[in-house]
């Protein structure tokens, strides 16, 4: 049996599709992790079952049919064995490649397929799942479908970042958020059904920003190395680093940028930036006298968190967001803005390793004139 539709806002669409006044085009957006693309799947449901109620047993056949063929589609091994019924010939769906990224050709190549009459059911579905990963070519092709919506289709998109949209794109369809998942919830579905340990559960739930699937594509065996990277860069924020080091660090995490996407896996420069925001937080939080959103597995963090106050890590996160953001949009130029990552956590160490210094030598000299005392 499949698993339950998702909470609300889920239950009100359900209540538009089961009367028939679902609008043409549904823009889905939530933080990464949010039950957006299953709420898109479970709706399509609703609207083709002859009993339109998220719990009925016929929404419910359709639905396991409608899952199985997105899951299969994008090569999900959560897919499993086929349903009674096969897959659900009435839903097409598009999802961005190892890079994030929705091409013009894999959108039109969906965009035409859905254009024909429903075959069984009574109305098709096109889900653009990470609609704000589209590239240029894409999202002019996708505004034309939306300006001409096709009889009896439904276009529903999914996006983390509704700016990265175009406005044009976002105007055409009526926009429902969606909540994210608890953290602790996606780390004990870890720890319960696929057998990870607490550490691991809890760094694997925020490296993959609570995001299920997206955790379990996350390689095991890197993910400590990734948690013991994270720290080291977290270590700049109040040591800072000399050129030819920072040169090299910059020069590795550039090629991580990458390393993963081998198979459908991720790349491992987001998993990291992932583990290094969450590792920030949790220092500025400890620093500040507060409990880390990781629980420090551990305890690791804690005599870190003693050699900064908790604004410097507060800032480095905001540069870490930044950055993040500006590698997403320059399409390559990753060794620029790491670059200009590690310079600012520098000039975040200046004043700290300056005060530090300061302190060693009034420590020096107090010794010293003890020392000077005593022999007099």
């Known amino acids: 049996m499949s698993a339950p539709p998702p909470g609300e806002p889920f239950g009100r669409l359900a209540r538009l599709a089961a009367a028939g006044r679902l609008p043409p085009s549904l823009l889905f957006t939530g933080p990464p992790g949010s039950p957006t693309r299953e709420a898109a799947l479970w709706l399509a449901a609703v609207a083709n079952s002859p009993d339109p109620e998220p719990d009925s047993d016929a929404t419910r056949r359709i639905a396991e049919r409608i899952l199985w063929t997105e899951a299969s589609a994008r090569g999900s091994d959560q897919a499993g064995s086929p349903p009674d019924g096969g897959p659900w010939p009435d839903l097409h769906a598009v ?6 990224e929705i091409r013009v050709d894999a959108l039109r190549e969906a965009v035409a397929a859905s254009r024909p009459r429903p075959f069984e059911g009574s109305r098709r579905f096109l889900l653009i799942a990470g609609a704000d990963g589209m590239n240029p070519a894409a999202a002019n092709a996708l505004l034309k479908t939306l300006e001409e919506p096709h009889d009896r289709l439904g276009v529903v998109l999914t996006a ?18 969606f909540p994210g998942p608890a953290g602790d919830e996606v780390a004990a579905r870890l720890r319960e059904d696929h057998d990870y340990s607490e550490a691991d559960a809890a760094w694997a739930a925020l490296a993959s920003g609570f995001d299920l699937d997206r955790a379990l594509r996350i390689p095991r065996g890197r993910l400590r190395p990734l948690v013991e990277e994270a720290r080291k860069l977290a270590t700049v924020v109040f040591r800072g680093l000399p050129p030819l080091p920072r040169a090299r660090l910059s020069e590795r995490l550039a090629r991580a940028g990458g390393r993963g996407r081998r198979g459908g896996g991720i790349p491992e420069l987001p998993i990291l930036f992932a583990v290094l925001r969450a590792t920030l937080r949790d220092l500025a939080a400890i620093a500040a006298g507060a409990k880390p959103l990781s629980g420090d597995p551990g305890g690791a963090l804690a005599p870190l968190a003693k050699e900064a106050p908790p604004k410097a890590f507060a800032d480095a996160l905001g540069l870490v967001e930044a950055a993040d953001r500006a590698i997403h949009q320059s399409h390559g130029n990753v060794r620029m803005q790491l670059d200009a990552l590690l310079l600012d956590f520098n000039e975040i160490a200046r004043p700290i390793v300056i005060a530090r210094m300061r302190a060693a030598r009034r420590k020096k000299a107090r010794k010293a004139k003890a020392r000077h005392s005593d022999r007099r």
């Open 95 to 100: 999802h961005a490649n190892a890079r994030g």
């Open 160 to 177: 983390v970042r509704e700016a990265a949209l175009l406005p044009t794109i976002v105007s055409r369809c009526q926009r429902w958020r």
